[in-house]
């Protein structure tokens, strides 16, 4: 009896430390770091992270390398109908959402055609979509993210993951 308990908190705390994305390794692009430069010195020594990044990573990691997603993230104005504001958008891949294993509330994942396409389609945060449906929203409607219109094809589950709101997946 005591090692299935054993067995069962050790699973509890695996699949916590699994949402936390500890088994996650993230390489950051240092914009600020190229801007500086820029302003003293006159030229960019690097364009940023790319997909050859991303790949050349892969494969010096190797087999490691289950799922790897670039990720962009900034804030952006998003209109939908009356609603207006200021809210962080991640710009990804397909790949993003079981990489760190967020659970669809409805909807759908974009695809790979969708991303290579560039398709104006996304997915909304479960804070979003709450906030989207109080003023009719539902899955399939267009909102405006800075200049472009994007389908909304699928919304994930609100996943917190700390106190700190900056810190939660909505």
């Known amino acids: 009896a005591m090692l299935a308990i054993g067995a069962g908190a050790q699973e509890k705390i695996l699949a916590a ?89 409805e909807g759908r994942s974009f695809t790979a055609a969708e991303v290579a396409s560039r398709s104006p389609v996304c997915v909304v945060g479960g804070g979003l979509a709450q906030r989207l449906k109080r003023h009719g929203f539902t899955l399939g409607d267009s909102i405006k993210v800075k200049d472009t219109w994007m389908g909304v094809v699928g919304s994930i589950e609100s996943k917190a993951v700390s106190s700190k709101r900056d810190d939660n997946l909505n």
């Open 17 to 105: 430390i699994s949402l936390l994305g500890i088994r996650n390794v993230y390489v950051y692009d240092r914009a600020e770091v190229r801007e500086n430069l820029l302003k003293n010195q006159g030229e960019f020594p690097s364009r940023g992270l790319t997909y050859a990044d991303i790949r050349a990573l892969e494969s010096v990691i190797g087999k490691g390398v289950i799922e790897s997603a670039p990720v962009k993230e900034t804030n952006f104005s998003i209109l939908f109908r009356d609603l207006k504001l200021n809210h962080a958008v991640v710009a990804t891949t397909e790949k993003y959402f079981s990489a760190l294993n967020l659970a669809f509330r």
